[in-house]
T-cell receptor
Framework: AQSVTQLGSHVSVSEGALVLLRCNYS??????LFWYVQYPNQGLQLLLK??????LVKGINGFEAEFKKSETSFHLTKPSAHMSDAAEYFC????????????FGAGTRLFVKA | EAGVAQSPRYKIIEKRQSVAFWCNPI?????LYWYQQILGQGPKLLIQ????????DSQLPKDRFSAERLKGVDSTLKIQPAKLEDSAVYLC????????????FGNGTRLTVT
């Protein structure tokens, strides 16, 4: 069965600092991995996805993530945080055994200090 | 393309009352999902439809929750009777028939049960 673990329910960084949000997954077959962002009172929006091919994927707003099969990880990074990055971030996994089912982690709330 | 539409945006009811939420997915998206997002948690899958058939409803509390997707387009999620612990945001999402396609979310319905 699929599962997702996000380490750290809250992360606080200063504006301009590196953002690192951690995600580990469990899947019995090659996974499809996603990061979504949720702003207050809104639905989730896709940041980036990994399906096959290049393990370093780039998304919107300067975010990127690297798929590391040996570590079963898909950590999200951004070199320089901006105040507008403050939001909740969710890692998600999907695979063929789940029949298109997408499982989400518990989320990490990112705070950006001026 | 038009996004996923959900209504109402907010609903307040008393426990033991009934409530219904409506979702219209993106045109052409065969797969539709209902998620429950309790404050501070990640979205939890309630039910997944492929066209008008149920693919997965293992997490749906069937004694009080029901969902349908007539004609394989829009969908309704109902709770009857509601409990206090049903207070949450109910998110509808849709996707194309491909594992590497992301979910597209509506803005959700925030339910408060008093």
């Amino acid at each position: 069965a699929q599962s997702v673990t996000q380490l750290g329910s809250h992360v606080s960084v200063s504006e301009g600092a590196l953002v690192l949000l951690r995600c580990n997954y469990s899947s019995s077959v090659p996974p499809y991995l996603f990061w979504y962002v949720q702003y207050p009172n809104q639905g989730l929006q896709l940041l980036l996805k990994y399906t096959t091919g290049a393990t370093l994927v780039k998304g919107i707003n300067g975010f990127e993530a690297e798929f590391k099969k040996s570590e079963t990880s898909f950590h999200l990074t951004k070199p320089s945080a901006h105040m507008s990055d403050a939001a909740e971030y969710f890692c998600a996994v999907s695979d063929e055994t789940g029949g298109f089912k997408t499982i989400f982690g518990a989320g990490t709330r990112l705070f950006v200090k001026a | 393309e038009a996004g996923v539409a959900q209504s109402p945006r907010y609903k307040i009811i008393e426990k033991r009352q009934s409530v219904a939420f409506w979702c219209n997915p993106i045109s052409g998206h065969a797969t539709l999902y209902w998620y429950q997002q309790i404050l501070g948690q990640g979205p939890k899958l309630l039910i997944q439809f492929q066209n008008n058939g149920v693919v997965d409803d293992s997490q749906l509390p069937k004694d009080r929750f029901s969902a349908e997707r007539l004609k394989g387009v829009d969908s309704t999620l109902k709770i009857q009777p509601a409990k206090l612990e049903d207070s949450a945001v109910y998110l509808c999402a849709s996707r194309r028939d491909s594992l590497n396609s992301p979910l597209h979310f509506g803005n959700g319905t925030r339910l408060t049960v008093t």
